[in-house]
């Protein structure tokens, strides 16, 4: 009975470690309506955000002809229980086996409510991916957590792999065969590089250059294309269609970013680029909605 009660001397650095994992203050479920808000938000203003290149925003579909702004908000707001859902699961937990498991349940449920949300237009596969993960992270290590601490967690979930996942031939895995590149799992495994190296400080920089809003967060999705391997625009446009749309995306950074006349119409030139070759960067769409619900969880609690 007593060493049921009692946790034997080697356990103890086992208890010690979990415990400093748990977050004890707000209940599972204000943290799951918080987190589910927060990256529903950050969806949204992705989608909302204009003008970008190649994707669906308020002016236009991009490359997308199955797409428009409001079935991107649909999409985004159809997606509600699915984060709570990820966030109350994870709260109080550490990354393991059962919680990377229970998150994909969740995930692929969500899927399917966004199709159904979408009339089978896959709006937002990666996000859910990319968000999910995030928001267990931040259920984990608490909203106040760095941004950087928040996305080691989410990668450390991601690490464990996925037993009940479908086998079949995705488009991402089929440019992954083809190309050799790493795609949207390994981004997540790596606990986000993109967007803590990346996609964070290329916000708060053009932010504290005096850029407008809009424009750091373009200036950060254009940081994020020339860089991302985007599986997106290599399995609708090739290998060259990747090239290109990192050299435009360069051609925008070097000019001086989107608050100037020359980078501005170096993010013409790129939109035309992929829109021309029917590409999209969904997969860099997908990381700036995830560095701005970082961004936002940061500024909501001041967290470090
Ligand atoms: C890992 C996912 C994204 C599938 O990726 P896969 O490489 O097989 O390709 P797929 O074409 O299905 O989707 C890739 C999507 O990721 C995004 N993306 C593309 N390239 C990148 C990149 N380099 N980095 C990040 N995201 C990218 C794009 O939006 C793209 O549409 C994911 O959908 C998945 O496995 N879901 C299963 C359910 C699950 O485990 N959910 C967990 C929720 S936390
Ligand atoms: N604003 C946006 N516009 C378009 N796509 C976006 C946007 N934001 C994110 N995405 C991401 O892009 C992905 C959609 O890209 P795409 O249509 O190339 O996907 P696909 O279904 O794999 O390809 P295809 O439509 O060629 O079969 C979504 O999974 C989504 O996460």
Not at 159 to 186: I, L, S
Not at 283 to 291: K, P, Q, R, V
Request: charged share 20%.
């Amino acid at each position: 009975m007593v060493g049921r009660l009692v946790p034997a001397p080697s356990q103890i650095p086992q208890l010690v470690s979990r415990m400093s994992r748990i977050n004890v203050s707000l209940p599972a479920e204000r943290s799951g309506e918080r987190l589910s808000q927060a990256a529903i938000c950050a969806l949204i203003e992705e989608a909302e955000l204009t003008p970008k290149p190649g994707l669906v925003d308020l002016a236009s579909n991009g490359s997308h002809a199955d797409m428009d702004i409001e079935l991107m908000r649909r999409s985004a707001q159809s997606l509600t229980q699915t984060f709570r859902e990820m966030a109350e699961v994870a709260f109080s937990q550490a990354p393991s086996q059962w919680l990377r498991e229970r998150l994909a349940a969740i995930g692929r449920a969500g899927e399917s409510m966004m199709l159904q949300a979408t009339g089978g237009v896959n709006t937002h596969k990666g996000a859910i991916w990319a968000l999910g993960l995030l928001t267990a992270g931040a259920a984990i290590e608490g909203e106040d957590a760095a941004p950087a601490l928040i996305a080691k967690t989410a990668g450390e979930i991601a690490c464990f792999p996925d037993r009940w996942a479908p086998v079949g031939m995705t488009n991402g895995a089929r440019v992954r065969q083809r190309y050799g590149v790493r795609g949207a799992a390994e981004e997540a495994k790596q606990g986000f590089p993109h967007v803590i190296s990346l996609g964070l400080p290329a916000l708060q920089e053009a932010r504290a250059r005096g850029a407008s809003e809009v424009e750091a967060r373009l200036d950060a999705l254009v940081a994020l294309i020339a860089s991302v391997d985007d599986t997106c625009i290599l399995h609708r446009g090739g290998e060259e269609a990747l090239r290109e749309a990192k050299k435009g995306a360069d051609a925008v950074m070097q000019a001086g970013g989107t608050s100037t006349e020359a980078g501005r119409r170096a993010l013409v030139r790129l939109d035309g680029l992929l829109t021309s070759r029917n590409a999209s960067p969904g997969g860099s769409a997908d990381l700036l909605a995830a560095t701005l619900f970082l961004d936002r969880l940061h500024n909501l609690t001041g967290g470090v």
